[in-house]
């Protein structure tokens, strides 16, 4: 595609649900990077994967957070027994090699 | 642990200014700096740095770099109402990006 794109673009959940994020990358980049960004801060940095496999999952905050990327191409970002904390905007990026584009991120609310 | 500190964190100025946005930085493995503008919720891409003193410029924005006193400045020339947006400084280390707080910027008419 011509952007990364990232769905659902909203999600509302309640405490205690479990909610999957799904990131398409652009295409041919074999780089990901999942961040999230609450009000008023920078995105912070939560997991990178090159190719299938995570090089670097030292930004999940819990166990509670699992990411994939199975086929090198799409990921999914997985939150287990949410938190209200957990509220923010889940961005994700890919890079080929250098500078990252970031899709439009999806906006996580926990009731 | 890496820092990226940017100042201010906000401010207001006409149409037609000329503003500076500044970064400083403290990281380990330093690779790279970049700048993203987010409008609404995806950062986009305006520069990366690598190297010191080595100007980058497109149309009415430039940045450059000093890796000796490890911070940055973007430039804005002549703005527009368009350039309203948060302006997000971050280092690349080994592929992380660190960001920083941001910079909001509101150019009134």
């Known amino acids: 595609g011509a952007g990364v794109s990232q769905t659902p673009s909203n999600k509302v959940t309640e405490k205690g649900k479990y909610v999957e994020l799904r990131c398409d990358p652009i295409s041919g980049h074999t780089a990901l990077y999942w961040y999230r960004q609450s009000l008023g801060q920078g995105p912070e940095f939560l997991i990178y994967f090159q190719g299938t496999g995570a090089a670097d999952d030292s930004g999940l905050p819990n166990d509670r957070f699992f990411a994939v990327r199975p086929e090198g191409s799409v990921s999914t970002l997985k939150i287990q027994r949410t938190e209200r904390g957990d509220s923010a905007v889940y961005l994700c990026a890919s890079s080929l090699a250098g500078e990252q584009f970031f899709g439009p991120g999806t906006r996580l609310t926990v009731l | ?109």
Request: some cysteine; charged content about 20%.
């Open chain 2, 1 to 109: 642990e890496d820092k990226v500190v940017q100042s201010p964190l906000s401010l207001v100025v006409h149409e037609g200014d000329t503003v500076t946005l500044n970064c400083s930085y403290e990281v380990t493995n330093f690779r790279s700096l970049l700048w993203y503008k987010q409008e609404k919720k995806a950062p986009t891409f305006l520069f990366m740095l690598t190297s010191s003193g080595i100007e980058k410029k497109s149309g009415r924005l430039s940045s450059i770099l000093d890796k000796k006193e490890l911070f940055s400045i973007l430039n804005i020339t002549a703005t527009q109402t368009g350039d309203s947006a948060i302006y997000l400084c971050a280092t690349g280390a080994n592929s992380k990006l660190t960001f920083g707080k941001g910079i909001t910027l509101s150019v009134r008419p």
